[in-house]
């Protein structure tokens, strides 16, 4: 239901983002609006409260945003609310945002490498993720894990490649234990 629920206002706000012509205009004021959200976990609290009546919630949502974004992306808020889904109105701006990057050839990379990578290697990680997978531009994540020893991890969407020393380590131990398994059998 959530993933339904995501999909249609998501789809409703792209599409009415396209023919208006202002596609980055809501998909900046999206991002600022998930940003808001994130940043205020009571609104969450107060848009479930089942004591508090929805008109008093619309009017909530209208007196937050009226005026800091369009009237198109608080329309569409005011409906979420209306309809007694704003527990799904963060998966529903993902959605939106996950529909302007496949517009726009946008990846989204999430780069985890041993040690903290300088400006220079995150730029050539960058340069060469455009060379090889075909988006015109990434959005890049970094994250640090010591554990991986060496190397990097790079997830884009569903696909991963696990370059770490880590995973390497792991491969060769069962690649021995392989050969150790066989070299017992053929001694029986």
Not at 154 to 163: K, L, Y
Request: with cysteine.
């Amino acid at each position: 239901m959530a993933k339904l629920v995501s999909k249609t206002y998501g789809d409703a706000l792209f599409e009415v983002a396209i023919e208006s012509g202002q596609l980055d205009a809501y998909w900046e004021e999206a991002r600022a609006v998930r940003n808001a959200m994130a940043e205020n976990q009571e609104l969450f609290k107060l848009m479930g409260h089942p004591k508090i009546v929805k008109e008093e919630k619309v009017k909530i949502i209208e007196d937050i945003f009226a005026g800091k974004v369009s009237g198109e992306l608080v329309g569409l808020l005011r409906m979420i609310v209306e309809k007694g889904h704003f527990g799904e109105a963060d998966a529903v701006l993902d959605y939106f945002d996950s529909r302007v990057k496949e517009y726009k050839n946008i990846g989204t990379a999430y780069v985890t490498s041993a040690m903290e990578l300088s400006d220079a290697q995150k730029a050539a990680v960058e340069k060469r993720l455009l060379e090889t997978a075909g988006y015109v531009k990434f959005e890049m994540h970094y994250a640090v894990d010591a554990a991986l020893i060496g190397g990097m991890v790079i997830r884009i969407g569903d696909r991963v490649v696990d370059s770490s020393v880590r995973t390497k380590l792991y491969d060769l131990t069962r690649e021995l234990s392989k050969i150790q398994l066989k070299a017992g059998e053929c001694a029986s």
